[in-house]
């Protein structure tokens, strides 16, 4: 299997800082998406989830799922390794609050072996320095029997807003990073397996169907478009690639009348 290089620690503090740049994402997948019916209930649907349950939300971000599965009957405990977004996720005027919410490294669970019945660790791996340590960390801490999601992005997740960035970055003589850098895909099928031998793995295919060059840049600044070799710190960058995606992305609007994104997600359900 080919080595990944592993996430930016500092890009990921500034990614996570607070839930800006993840609520734009999150509100373009709800305002955008070719599927009307809910991604997170699909997620959860792997759990099977008894009422009473305990399920670990590990990267659990400002709370996403909390809803879902608070809906099913779920007791939960949330952990992420950004104490903004835990600091979010406490906000009161929730229809419930998690038994425990805390900063922790998926890469070792402040957790007792054994303790939770089901984890939930939706879009993080691939944030991770270590997943490999991570899925050993989720199987340490799920009971006998216990089940686990982890859900990311396909190897060919929008694919066409990443070409459309090469071309866009070039264009402002800036080397774009390749697409060869995505870190855990369906393509980690082995190495899912090598930790939980009872996986099974499923697709959900989805676009963006963006109407306006305007709604393509919104998602598009929250961090794509950082996507690029020696990154200038004062992110001078961004004004020139900025230029260049406005004449791509309204080219491809006036010939199809709307910009379609694929965007396939996995969700390797596991059991221990």
């Known amino acids: 299997?080919?080595?990944?290089?592993?996430?930016d620690a500092a890009w990921l503090r500034e990614q996570y800082s607070d839930s800006s740049r993840l609520t734009t994402r999150i509100e373009a997948h709800r305002r955008f998406s070719e599927r009307s019916d809910s991604f997170v209930a699909w997620v959860v649907d792997g759990l099977a989830l008894r009422t009473g349950d305990l399920v670990l939300d590990a990267g659990c971000g400002y709370g996403a799922c909390f809803d879902e599965l608070w809906r099913r009957g779920a007791r939960v405990v949330g952990i992420d390794c950004s104490a903004a977004m835990v600091g979010e996720a406490r906000r009161p005027g929730r229809p419930g609050s998690p038994l425990?919410?805390?900063?922790?490294?998926?890469?070792?669970?402040?957790?007792?072996?054994?303790?939770?019945?089901?984890?939930?660790?939706?879009?993080?791996?691939?944030?991770?320095?270590?997943?490999?340590?991570?899925?050993?960390?989720?199987r340490r801490v799920l009971q006998p029997g216990g089940r686990a999601v982890l859900t990311t992005n396909a190897s060919d997740n929008q694919a066409v807003l990443s070409e459309l960035h090469c071309w866009a970055a070039r264009a402002a003589r800036f080397t774009p990073r390749p697409r060869s850098t995505l870190r855990f895909t369906e393509l980690d099928e082995p190495l899912v397996a090598s930790v939980f031998p009872k996986s099974r793995l499923e697709t959900w295919d989805d676009a963006f169907l963006f109407p306006t060059v305007e709604d393509v840049l919104d998602y598009y600044a929250t961090g794509p478009i950082d996507s690029i070799a020696d990154r200038p710190a004062d992110n001078s960058h961004r004004a020139a690639i900025t230029t260049a995606m406005t004449d791509l992305v309204q080219r491809e609007i006036d010939r199809?009348?709307?910009?379609?994104?694929?965007k396939e997600s996995v969700r390797f359900t596991v059991q221990r």
């Open 256 to 262: 199809h009348g709307v910009l379609r994104v694929p």
């Open 1 to 7: 299997m080919t080595a990944r290089p592993a996430a």
């Open 100 to 138: 425990d919410l805390g900063v922790g490294d998926l890469q070792s669970l402040p957790i007792a072996d054994g303790a939770m019945d089901r984890v939930l660790a939706n879009y993080v791996l691939f944030h991770v320095p270590d997943a490999l340590q991570a899925l050993r960390e989720i």
